[in-house]
């Protein structure tokens, strides 16, 4: 069974940073691309950064510059560095990795908070 679990979430204030990881159990998590979405209330779910398994991760214009994305292959970890955050920023941050065409894993997600 595939599970995706995200940590590293909580309260920050206006400028600080948070630090993002997600486990993956339950397969070879360097075979895939794996992306960081997030979720503000009344919002649609947006695509914040993708990292590939070989290549330049991308980014949403928003977090550029403040965020980044990387992943430990021997943890089969990803995690996100979001630094001078923003009101804005704060939602629900989900990982997620696509297996195939059919098969897609989100995990349960994880609150950040950003306060002035």
């Known amino acids: 069974q595939v599970q995706l679990v995200e940590s590293g979430g909580g309260l920050a204030q206006t400028g600080g940073s948070l630090r993002l990881s997600c486990v993956v159990s339950?397969?070879?998590?360097?075979?895939?691309?794996m992306s960081w979405y997030r979720q503000a209330p009344g919002k649609e779910r947006e695509l914040v950064a993708t990292?590939?398994?070989?290549?330049?991760?991308t980014y949403a214009d928003s977090v550029k510059g403040r965020f980044t994305i990387s992943r430990n292959h021997a943890k089969n970890t990803m995690y996100m560095q979001m630094n001078s955050l923003k009101s804005e920023d704060t939602a629900v941050y989900f990982c997620?990795?696509?297996?195939?065409?059919?098969?897609?894993?989100w995990g349960q997600g994880t609150q950040v908070t950003v306060s002035s």
């Open positions: 339950g397969l070879a998590f360097n075979g895939y691309a």
């Open positions: 990292i590939p398994m070989v290549g330049p991760a």
């Open positions: 997620y990795l696509k297996r195939d065409l059919s098969r897609e894993y």
